[in-house]
């Protein structure tokens, strides 16, 4: 999901000759600044509308219409498989990664992870929705199991 914002003129001027400059694009600076706001402590690191919880040892994981569980000794696999799937580069690449996140998932309430362009999306036969995770936010959401795991 895409979203407009409204600023005037120069500041898209701004963040063109930023990102230019920078060498990225202005998502990735708009990000930038997203990201050293939650490192800085200004910012919540949860992603909105995602909650994450442990209890008797199950993983649940909820956002919106989507939700699934997955035994809690297999959160940091499966958050370290999520942040594979940023680096996988080669087709084989991408398809070990794919093959060891559906394993996996497969312990997650038969959930079923697919990789798109510039997603990927957990489809759960449970949930009445699946969940898109741009992968921009990939490793957040898999910090935000992370830091579940940690706490539970």
Known sequence: ????????????????????????????VISGFIAGAVSEGRL??????VAIRIDDDVLTMEAGKFKASM??????????GLRATL????????????????????AFG???IIRAGNHISLASPI?????????SVVVDLAD?????AKAS
Do not use: C, H, W, Y
Request: glycine share 4%; proline share 7%; aromatic share 2%.
């Open 144 to 148: 935000q199991i992370d830091r579940a």
């Open 1 to 28: 999901m895409s979203t407009n914002i409204r600023l005037a003129p120069q500041r898209i001027e701004q963040l063109r000759i930023l990102a230019e400059s920078e060498g990225k694009t202005i998502p990735e």
């Open 110 to 112: 038969g959930t079923e």
């Open 71 to 80: 035994p809690a000794n297999s959160a940091q696999a499966f958050s370290a």
């Open 127 to 135: 949930a009445a929705k699946d969940l898109i995770v741009p992968k």
């Open 87 to 106: 680096i996988a580069s080669s087709e084989s690449d991408k398809r070990r990664v794919s093959n060891l996140l559906t394993d996996m998932l497969s």
């Open 44 to 49: 919540n690191p949860d992603l909105p509308g």
